[in-house]
């Protein structure tokens, strides 16, 4: 009774002055209110700084990119391709279905956004019919598309299916599986996030108010990267927008989560609400710094990128976690500060400074069995859960990113992927998407004649003004005559001539990745300035920046995170366990995603962004959970030595930290709501590997090890070097005479008064 009245009159003392209760807290409500009212609008618009053009974003010294800026000499315009593929349905194409093509042809080059149409072209078999629209790319892609497919309906006459494909119609249905990013993904995120909450804190208060401070996040952060993209200063994606929003939403929750623990506990101690705020934001702020700069570091790599839509994530992504950050320690603090204990109702924690930790540290809890068996099999845990591990990520040789067609990135319907089958049935695979070559005139012949016999090659033309199409048919022979007496002549610009090359090959297959491998290797014998530009050249060319990219970051990663843990934790061995144990999760991460990717699945295969993504978000924010855990190990140990430091930094954290991995786990399997290739195996690779990083890596490996290793995991701060004594207990002379190595190993005594009282 004397404690409590102590502690009550020391806090009344204390008590922070009016304008630091009321007034700093509305201030910070209103300013997040504002943010949100203004950010919150643009989750409608951002489409309006977003481009999904994979060519956009190569650096400018990709061949394809050179190709593509020289060949716009030959143009008048950058115009995007869409192949209208028309068939017969019984297998061959009568008069009047011909004629009736050659109408809806007319009404084709007649909508908006079309600015040329071709004739219609016949296939040797004579069962199908193509057409090559020209789409203004400075209009609306998307909606043009959608124009020419709602005019084509189920086909100009009966008997016929249409399909509108090429890199137009590929480009659509992109658009289209990413129009669930602002509704569809934010609310599953949203409710998966709920859900958890709810039943973790089995309260209504408390979910709605973390809800809140991730929402006025995510706006916040969504209004900085709209301003800073609308300037120019980068360009969005689909997926960079997919990645921000689940990753906004699942830190400032995990951050969240650890500030409503700290508080919560800090209640037990303090009858004033507002002191205990001011206890558990100092006793947060460090933690959530360092994960949140720890994360923030690790995305900045990304800068060194030589993918703009790697590069661009970096920033974005970094600008959601400072965001994120700042709403757990700001926007959280001021609305649990006026709510106080109502926010955990119905489970009010009561002031009641003698049950410190009680409910954490204690041997009946899920916790405090956990803590005990971690402590007495400390070694077999540790080598099971590493041997089981290595297995694991023994799969990880098996995982396939080296690219896949752009017909398989969209996982729902898609009209231009059953557009592009149907026309390898018909028409040479690469049609409507030719590969183009710029080549000096005085090579031309030399190209053409090595080009013409490549078993990957269909057929070559070469752009002239002599032809009504622009295009002429030229093989080793020269150019073929368009009639008596008219011999045309390739347009030249600079020297230069421009071939449009037709693959055998979809333009999107492996195939057709190596043939444009092969025929820049070969032409570079003959003609060492020729340049291959085109659709498949662009895929082949952000294949390899991917994987250098990847070469590239994930070590400068490593090093970036090993220097600040070392910063933070003030040791060496310490931050070397956490990066080796972060690293062997991700690897079991990515050889489990392999197996079931490649045998269950059936999935074609993965970007090479894939592994890149899945290891920065896995060790920047598997990192976060390893270091939640030591800070407080760090905490405890001043006081407590090593050995207890640990078992109770476990019993402590454990709550927080499983449910915060939980919460991250299902805000990033959200992503597999959008059918896309990419996003859904992003989703399935940082869940798993969230998940059994809070579950095996955090609770078993990690702490297992660190008892293994005992004080020298701080080695070389002083908390290796042996003392004296611990003070274990402040009111027992008998412990603070304990022997280092008994007070440092012993097991805890989890009913004495120095597990409750408050250091």
Not at 27 to 34: D, E, G, M, R, Y
Not at 119 to 143: E, F, K
Not at 315 to 322: K, M, S
Not at 509 to 521: F, G
């Amino acid at each position: 009774m004397k404690a409590r009245e102590t502690d009550s009159t020391a806090a009344s003392v204390h008590k922070p002055r009016w304008w630091l209760r009321v007034l700093l807290p509305a201030l910070i409500i209103v300013a997040w209110l504002t943010a949100a009212a203004i950010g919150g609008p643009l989750f409608g618009r951002i489409d309006e700084v977003s481009s999904n053009d994979q060519s956009a974003y190569l650096p400018a010294s990709a061949e394809s990119t050179r190709a593509g800026v020289l060949a716009r000499d030959f143009y008048d315009s950058e115009d995007i391709p869409a192949l209208v593929l028309i068939v017969a349905d019984n297998g061959t194409l009568d008069q009047t279905q011909l004629d009736a093509i050659s109408g809806t042809a007319q009404e084709l080059g007649g909508l908006e956004g079309v600015s040329e149409i071709s004739p219609p072209i016949p296939s040797d078999d004579g069962a199908a019919v193509q057409i090559v629209a020209l789409i203004d790319s400075a209009g609306d892609t998307t909606a043009t598309v959608e124009a020419m497919r709602d005019l084509l309906g189920s086909g100009p006459a009966a008997g016929l299916s249409a399909y509108v494909t090429g890199p137009a119609g590929l480009a659509a249905d992109l658009m289209d599986a990413f129009g669930g990013i602002d509704g569809i993904l934010l609310a599953v995120a949203l409710a998966a996030v709920f859900v958890i909450l709810l039943i973790v804190y089995r309260s209504i208060f408390l979910p709605v108010t973390v809800l809140i401070t991730s929402m006025f996040a995510l706006c916040a952060a969504l209004l900085t990267v709209w301003l800073l993209a609308r300037s120019g200063l980068f360009l969005l994606n689909g997926q960079t927008q997919g990645i921000l929003f689940i990753l906004v939403i699942g830190a400032a929750t995990d951050y969240s989560l650890l500030y409503v623990s700290r508080y919560r506990e800090e209640l037990l101690q303090y009858s004033d609400k507002w002191q205990a705020a001011k206890k558990a934001w100092l006793g947060t702020v460090e933690p959530v710094a360092a994960s949140g700069g720890t994360v923030i570091a690790g995305l900045l790599c990304l800068v060194l990128s030589d993918l703009k839509s790697n590069s661009v994530l970096g920033p974005v992504t970094a600008i959601g976690i400072v965001f994120a950050m700042l709403a757990a320690l700001t926007l959280l603090p001021a609305l649990l500060g006026l709510l106080g204990r109502v926010a955990f109702w119905p489970r009010t924690p009561r002031f009641d400074p003698g049950s410190e930790g009680e409910e954490h540290i204690n041997r009946t809890g899920i916790w405090g069995r956990t803590v005990g068996f971690v402590e007495r099999r400390s070694r077999p845990i540790w080598i099971l859960t590493t041997v089981a591990l290595l297995v694991g990520a023994f799969g990880a040789t098996t995982f396939q990113a080296r690219g896949v067609p752009d017909t398989d990135l969209v996982l729902s319907a898609s009209q231009a992927r059953d557009g592009q089958i149907a026309l390898a049935s018909h028409f040479p695979a690469g049609s409507g998407s030719p590969a183009t070559v710029i080549v000096d005139q005085s090579e031309l012949e030399a190209i053409v004649g090595l080009f013409s016999a490549d078993p990957g090659v269909d057929s070559i033309s070469v752009i002239t003004s002599d032809s009504p199409s622009g295009l002429a048919p030229i093989s080793p022979d020269g150019i073929t005559p368009l009639g008596p007496n008219r011999d045309p002549e390739p347009t030249v610009v600079d020297g230069r001539v421009l071939l449009q090359v037709t693959l055998s090959d979809p333009a999107d297959s492996a195939e057709a990745l190596a043939t444009i491998e092969r025929l820049r290797s070969d032409a570079r014998q003959v003609a060492p300035d020729v340049l291959i530009g085109g659709p498949t050249a662009t895929t082949l060319d952000t294949t390899i920046a991917s994987i250098h990219d990847r070469n590239l970051i994930i070590p400068i990663i490593l090093i970036v995170i090993l220097v600040i843990l070392m910063l933070l934790l003030r040791a060496i061995v310490a931050p070397i366990l956490l990066i080796a144990t972060t690293i062997l999760s991700f690897g079991t991460a990515l050889g489990v995603s392999a197996v079931v990717f490649n045998h269950i699945l059936k999935f074609p295969g993965a970007d090479p962004a894939v592994p890149l993504y899945s290891f920065v978000f896995l060790v920047a924010l598997g990192i976060d959970y390893n270091i939640f855990l030591m800070t407080r190990i760090r905490e405890e140990t001043r006081t407590h030595g090593t050995h207890q430091g640990i078992v109770r930094g476990l019993a402590i954290t454990g709550t927080v930290i499983t449910s915060a991995g939980v919460v991250l786990a299902a805000t990033f399997a959200a992503l597999a709501v959008i059918p896309i290739l990419f996003l859904a195996q992003l989703a399935f690779i940082v869940s798993f590997g969230v998940l059994l990083d809070t579950f095996i890596v955090r609770t078993l490996l990690v702490p297992a090890l660190a008892l293994e290793i005992g004080p020298r995991i701080w080695w070389p701060s002083r908390l290796a070097r042996p003392k004296p004594r611990y003070a274990v207990d402040a009111q027992s002379a008998t412990a603070e005479a304990s022997p280092p190595d008994h007070a440092d190993h012993a097991a805890p005594n989890w009913s004495a008064p120095a597990h409750r009282a408050r250091n």
